[in-house]
């Protein structure tokens, strides 16, 4: 369940850190 959360979490920062 966790795992799910950060990974999810991780691919929609690795977004905003590359549009950023």
């Known amino acids: ?3 799910q ?3 999810y979490f991780g691919f ?3 977004i ?3 549009r950023n």
């Open 1 to 3: 369940m966790l795992a």
């Open 5 to 7: 959360y950060a990974c």
């Open 12 to 14: 929609l920062r690795s």
């Open 16 to 18: 905003i850190r590359g």
